[in-house]
């Protein structure tokens, strides 16, 4: 440095400048052991040692220090380096003093020394720790291995693309989804994702505006394409990527097969919305195509509901049995499918009874074509087992918005009116009038007679006998009510339960089947029969009461009734309605030593779950799935399986509607339990089941 007087005192030399720099200065010998002539006080630090212990090897020499692994590579590289007279740079261990190894980057080269007019040949070099550097490395390298490793082997396709609609990468999970071999073969195929990837494109616009309003696009379901042309539905998770400016680099995202979900779904929602017998709509997707209608009903046109009850069709079961019974049914929705526009409905109620919603008519007068030909279509006969069966049907029906503008409205009128041409000979249809509802739409007779029925001792119990699969004895019975009024005649409990349910009755009369159930049953232990469990339906109402365990245990007090010889038979519906309530009250009665049973098993959409919870002894099959189990495959498939979960669980399987020999074999075959249908015996009095009791003792 320059002052105004001259050069200034030297005020740092080499000397000090060496020593404070981080890492060791060093100067070795080419020999065996790099004897150092001289090492910077940095050693210490980097090595444990002073200096002095490492000058001319006097307690170690460097070399000595470098990892045994990394010995032959240091040699030879820096040897290689000097014989090509350039630097060379070096990363190896060294071991410390307290015996841990660190890792060291170091920077050398050639340097002759003149020592007494002696040349001597050096190295010269600097040596800084490297372990932080080489541990981030690895770190580094350990991420991008695992994310190779992820991105490799995950079951999930990730993906980058660009703004434009081409894929840039692709992980080998992805292309396996669409089709491909490989994902160079998918990046090579598909260049415009508008067109090629998306079966609607329009989705390609919704992902585009949502992904550039939020940054993010989350559980983003699409219709996509597959290398042949077969559609699958995705799930994609998708971000945008920009570089430090803000520039948007690429999307990258992840995308799940997500089809048999959705296939799942439309199964669950299938099953929701429709009727399991007839396939047609059920009584709450009709509600709501309904009250949909209703809404959007056009100034000037009108909607109108058919209420359609067959007449009489009991006899039908009754007489050819439930099998050819339902067979009918699924016949009936047929016609009257074939009865309506696209734009209108039908569904079923339940039972024999079904609702037509007829839609955007024109005029209330409209309707009548239609009632018309839905009357000649039922009464056309249908031929089965060599019998032709003639059936008629009696209509309700209500208009909007002359006779009300609601839906709940609309059925009861529509209800109401059907029971009026049930009145009036069956076989024709009938509108609402407002004389139908000041009479309370022709029901309040009948209701009347379902609350003196009890009093008036016109209900009484038909008992259909259990058979033990293995054996052929009879080991239970179910008591069925039947209702004889007093002209005679008897009334099914298909028609008159769902009555009672709707104005409160059905509690007392349940409470009176189950006492009459243990009473009759109570008698027969007593004349010396051999003791068998008697099944009592209960309602869902009745589940639904907190008393229902304190009537059981009421009832089996003051008949004496062992509570074993008890079993309580609920729908799989029903449970389900409260499954907590339902857990409840089976648990209460299994500690009193009542049996249970889920009744119409398979139609309810319990889960596996559920069963568990469950504190049940028998499932019983309903009786849907027995039929044509000689022919459909499917309902051969759905039995096995229930026997075999149902024997898992430790429940004993009932199948219900059993009505032919080759029906029984085929669930002999697959060991069920018990069986319950008319080939076993048909509902009878209790007089009857005695005389078979009696037979068996």
């Not at 616009?205 to 939020?214: A, G, R, S, T, V």
């Not at 000649?376 to 029906?397: E, F, K, L, M």
């Not at 229902?548 to 079993?567: A, I, S």
């Not at 009250?585 to 098993?601: H, K, M, N, P, Y």
């Amino acid at each position: 440095m320059m002052n105004d007087t001259g050069p200034t005192e030297l005020i740092c030399s080499p000397e000090s400048l060496i020593q404070t720099l981080p890492g060791v200065v060093y100067c070795a010998r080419v020999d065996e052991h790099w004897t150092l002539e001289f090492i910077s006080a940095g050693c210490l630090d980097l090595t444990g040692y002073h200096p002095e212990e490492l000058l001319h090897n006097n307690v170690v020499s460097f070399g000595v220090l470098i990892h045994p692994n990394d010995q032959a590579i240091v040699r030879n590289q820096v040897l290689e380096a000097l014989r090509q007279g350039r630097r060379y740079a070096i990363e190896y261990r060294i071991r410390h003093r307290n015996g841990e190894y660190r890792w060291v980057s170091e920077n050398g080269s050639l340097y002759r020394s003149e020592v007494s007019n002696n040349s001597l040949l050096l190295i010269a070099g600097h040596i800084q720790d490297a372990t932080t550097k080489k541990e981030t490395e690895e770190a580094y390298r350990e991420a991008e291995r695992r994310y190779r490793s992820i991105f490799e082997n995950t079951v999930e396709g990730i993906y980058q693309s660009t703004e434009t609609g081409r894929f840039i990468t692709a992980n080998p999970s992805m292309a396996r989804m669409l089709g491909y071999d490989t994902p160079e073969n998918m990046l090579h195929s598909i260049d415009n994702i508008h067109n090629q990837f998306y079966v609607d494109p329009n989705r390609r616009k919704d992902f585009l505006n949502l992904i550039f309003q939020e940054g993010v696009v989350k559980d983003f379901e699409s219709q996509v394409y597959r290398r042949d042309r077969s559609i699958i539905w995705i799930s994609e998770n998708v971000r945008i990527v920009k570089d430090n400016n803000g520039k948007l680099l690429f999307f990258e995202g992840t995308v799940e097969d997500i089809s048999e979900r959705k296939l799942q779904e439309t199964v669950a929602h299938y099953q929701a919305t429709h009727d399991t017998l007839t396939g047609l709509l059920n009584r709450n997707a009709l509600a709501t195509r309904l009250a949909d209608a209703l809404a959007q009903r056009a100034p000037g046109k009108y909607v109108a509901i058919l209420y359609v009850d067959l007449d009489q069709f009991k006899y039908v079961n009754d007489s050819l049995g439930h099998q050819i019974g339902d067979q009918f049914l699924r016949i009936v929705a047929s016609r009257l499918s074939a009865c309506l526009s696209s734009t209108d409905a039908v569904a079923r109620q339940g039972g024999d009874e079904f609702i037509v919603l007829l839609n955007n008519l024109p005029s209330p007068e409209a309707v009548t074509h239609t009632a018309q030909a839905i009357l000649t279509s039922i009464a056309q006969p249908w031929r089965v087992n060599g019998y032709d069966i003639h059936a008629t049907c009696s209509i309700g029906i209500s208009i909007a918005p002359s006779d009300a503008t609601d839906a709940d409205t609309m059925l009861r009128q529509a209800d109401a009116a059907m029971f009026r041409a049930k009145a009036l000979g069956r076989n024709n249809y009938r509108h609402f009038t407002a004389n139908l509802g000041n009479k309370a739409f022709d029901r309040l007779e009948w209701i009347n007679k379902l609350r003196n029925a009890l009093a008036n001792d016109e209900f009484l119990l038909h008992y259909q006998p259990k058979i033990e699969v293995l054996s052929g004895r009879i080991v239970g019975a179910e008591a069925l009510l039947r209702w004889r009024v007093a002209d005679g005649s008897m009334i099914s409990p298909a028609d008159f339960i769902p009555l009672a349910e709707e104005v409160g009755l059905i509690v007392p009369i349940g409470e009176w089947v189950l006492r009459e159930a243990c009473r009759m049953n109570r008698s027969w232990q007593n004349a010396g029969y051999r003791p068998i469990p008697i099944a009592v339906n209960i309602s869902a109402i009745q589940l639904e009461r907190d008393d229902l365990v304190d009537k059981v245990v009421q009832v089996l007090e003051e008949t004496g009734l062992t509570p074993h010889y008890l079993e309580v038979e609920i729908t799989e519906s029903a449970l389900m309605s409260d499954v907590n309530q339902s857990i409840h009250t089976l648990q209460r009665l299994r500690e009193l030593g009542v049996r249970s049973a889920i009744d119409d098993f398979g139609t309810g959409y319990s889960s596996l779950a559920h069963l568990k919870r469950f504190a049940v002894d028998t499932l019983k099959i309903d009786r849907s799935f027995i039929s044509n189990i000689t022919q459909d495959r499917g309902n051969i498939g759905i039995v096995q399986a229930i026997i075999s979960l149902a024997h898992t669980l430790g429940l004993m399987v009932v199948a219900e509607g059993v009505e032919t020999p080759e029906e029984y074999r085929h669930l002999s075959a697959r060991g069920c339990d018990q069986i319950q249908g008319y080939y076993s015996g048909r509902p009878m009095t209790a007089e009857a089941l005695a005389e078979k009791l009696r037979a068996q003792r």
